[in-house]
């Protein structure tokens, strides 16, 4: 059967057709609306994000390192300055794979598997977005042309010449100037990012680090253009870093030589300052080192090498080492006895060569076993009699010994400007309550008495102590710097001066001194033979090792190391004053015979001409020439 024909129906198509134009106008029209919202969202509503995120990325601020500022000594000769260097920096935004680029740089620069951790470690330290991080130091040219060849595989990676620390004048001034590091990760917790940025090094020890402030200046900035590829454009903006402040030390570089060739390689400490104003002119800690190998990084065999040394040439001996004074302090406890009323110049101990205690067996001996005789102050200082000296402190007692040498610097740190300086220990009987939960014991005031037992100084507290002597009481804290940016430090901590009841005091102590170098008996007269200036001086042997009771001091059984230290301190013209040195040799025995020379070879390094003569502005000095009394 056949169907019929379906005719067409047009209207009906008609409404289709208007029906999907509709809802596609529709969709479209919303789109669009939804389009323009968009674009109103982001650049009405969010204008200020975006332009801001849009300058970012097109404008970046890189800081300026300021230029550290130069060490000089007092005569201008150069201590610290900057060298310019090469290093290769990257930055990781930059870099994209920093890792596969840091295996290309060593792969480039035929560099070593440690090489490569160390630049891993360096580029994890903190930092700021877009700061290069330096991970190579001191180029050499044939590095520069490998990374410059290579530019094309090392995205982020740049040659940047930068001025980095250079010590001319080598080890000499390691133990007070210091050095300069890099940066690690404890101090970049504790430092302001935005005064360090784009600086890696900062002062470590010493001058370096004392005055970090002053020296580092103030960071400057660029604001520059750069391209997709970071590529610097143009420079859109510049503040120009202030440069750190230079500082001229005391330090003299020919005292301080004279003072390296006075201790002939001989392990030890020496200090040399003027009293009146505080100023070290030379200060020797041996054996030294190469401050230069700290600034860009030091090898770890070689820091080994150096941590490693019996010798320890990185221990500041000056600053950090502490000895039993020995008979250096009797000065100090003469002038405490004298203050005190416990003696005074005429009283005489007898001294058949040991003191006893009342009501005890036990001898403590002098170092002249066969005794003195009868022994006054000024005899007592010039023969350095321990019999004396016992007698004296157990007349004054712990209490009042411990105060006084409290007030000459025994015990606590000293100077303006090396935050290094151990405080050393001036034992008391709370001291050894509270450390050694024990009672104080007579015979223990006796060897304090004569430098010995818990009593520890470093050799800058045993020259202050002498300076205090030589300057009849007037504190002027020991510094390094003599003028910063030309202005002098000022102590914001002054200490209070020593005044006695008498001070007659100070000139009869002074007396005693001049005795050992002058006197016929002195202990170090040999030492001030042919002298054109009187010195003032006080001999000293610390025991490293006890000695029983009995026995006598035999070097041939003692091990080298094991042996006594020699100090010796003194300070002259002794009428005027105008040097005090303070000796320490470890292990070398006898004050008199081996430091007081050296002391002597350094006070005529500063008091006597190129012509051996005694220098003009000295040789009016009052006392400069030898006329008191002989002994």
Known sequence: MTQPIRLKDHEKDARTVRSRVV????????????????????????YDYH????????????????????????????????RPSFSLSVTRERAGDWQQVLDLIVEVLSLTPEDRDLFE???????????????????????????????FRLPGVEVVAQLVRHYPQGEHFAHSVGYMGRINEKELKSLDTVAYSGTHHIGKTGIERFYEPELHGQVGYEEVETNARGRVLRVLKRTDPVPGKDIVLSLDIKLQQAAEQALAGRRGALVAMDPSTGEVLAMVSQPSFDPNLFVTGISFKAYAELRDSIDRPLFNRVLRGLYPPGSTIKPAVAIAGLDTGVVNAGTRVF????????????????????????????????????????????????????????????????SLDMFEEAPGLMPSREWKRVARKQVWYPGETLILGIGQGYMQATPLQLAQSTALIANKGKWNRPRLAKTIEGVPPVDDNPMDDIVLRDPADWAKVTHGMEQVMQGAR???????????????????????????????????????????????????????????????????????????????????????GPDGQLKPEYASTPGAEITAREE
């Open 121 to 151: 470690k360096r580029m994890k330290q903190g930092r700021r977005p877009f700061e290069p991080v330096p991970v190579l130091f001191e180029l050499t040219e044939e590095q520069i042309a490998r990374v410059a060849v290579n530019q």
């Open 351 to 414: 001294d058949p060569g040991y003191y006893q205690l009342p009501n005890f067996d036990h001898k403590y001996r002098n170092w002249n076993r066969t005794g003195d005789g009868w022994v006054d102050l000024d005899t007592a200082i010039m023969r350095s009699n321990d019999t004396y000296f016992y007698d004296l402190a157990h007349k004054m007692g712990i209490d009042r010994l411990s105060t006084y040498l409290n007030r000459f610097g025994i015990g606590q740190k000293v």
């Open 522 to 608: 002195g202990t170090a007269r040999k030492a001030a033979a042919g002298a054109q200036y009187r010195i003032a001086g006080k001999s000293g042997t610390a025991q490293v090792v006890a000695i029983k009771q009995g026995e006598k001091y035999d070097r041939s059984k003692v091990q080298e190391r094991h042996r006594d230290h020699a100090l010796f301190v003194g300070f002259a013209p002794a009428q005027s004053p105008k040097i005090v040195v303070s000796v320490m040799i470890e292990n070398g025995e006898a004050g008199s015979g081996v430091a007081a020379p050296v002391v002597r070879q350094v006070m005529d390094a500063w008091l006597l």
């Open 23 to 46: 809802v596609g106008a529709v969709v479209v029209c919303a789109l669009l609306l939804v389009l323009i919202a968009r674009l109103y969202f982001l650049q009405v509503i969010q």
């Open 51 to 82: 332009s801001t995120l849009s300058e970012n990325n097109r404008v970046h601020v890189q800081p300026i390192p300021p230029t550290r500022g130069l060490i000089y000594d007092r005569n201008g000769v150069v201590i610290a300055d900057n």
